[in-house]
Nanobody, 125 residues
Framework: QVQLVESGGGLVQAGDSLRLSCAASGRTFSSYGKGWFRQAPGKEREFVAA????????YYADSVKGRFTISRDNAKNTVYLQMNSLKPEDTAVYYCARGTISWRTYLDTRAYDYWGQGTQVTVSS
């Protein structure tokens, strides 16, 4: 059974930075793609960033491109989301997920088979 545990969320002011971490169990975690999604109250879950398992290719939502960076540490079974220049509209619960993803599927939540419980990020203006 794979478990994903997010951490690093919190309450910050606009312009601040946060780094989210997602630690995973399972020996084959590094061979899978990882993604970050977020969900604000009353809104659908939306894609934020992803990194493929094989090549480490990264993808970003237009709304976070240039501000957020996804990275991974395979030795630690951990994926990170560095968030800079945070805006109030970034406020949401952030989820990490694991899946077999490609350039065709990274946006699709159905491509991910394991999800964390989420961590709250609140950005005040």
């Amino acid at each position: 059974q794979v478990q994903l545990v997010e951490s690093g969320g919190g309450l910050v002011q606009a312009g601040d930075s946060l780094r989210l971490s997602c630690a995973a169990s399972g020996r084959t975690f590094s061979s899978y793609g990882k993604g970050w999604f977020r969900q604000a109250p009353g809104k659908e879950r939306e894609f934020v960033a992803a990194i493929t398992g094989s090549t480490g290719t990264t993808y970003y939502a237009d709304s976070v491109k240039g501000r957020f960076t996804i990275s991974r540490d395979n030795a630690k079974n951990t994926v990170y989301l560095q968030m800079n220049s945070l805006k109030p509209e970034d406020t949401a619960v952030y989820y990490c997920a694991r899946g077999t993803i490609s350039w065709r599927t990274y946006l699709d939540t159905r491509a991910y088979d394991y999800w964390g419980q989420g961590t709250q990020v609140t950005v005040s203006s």
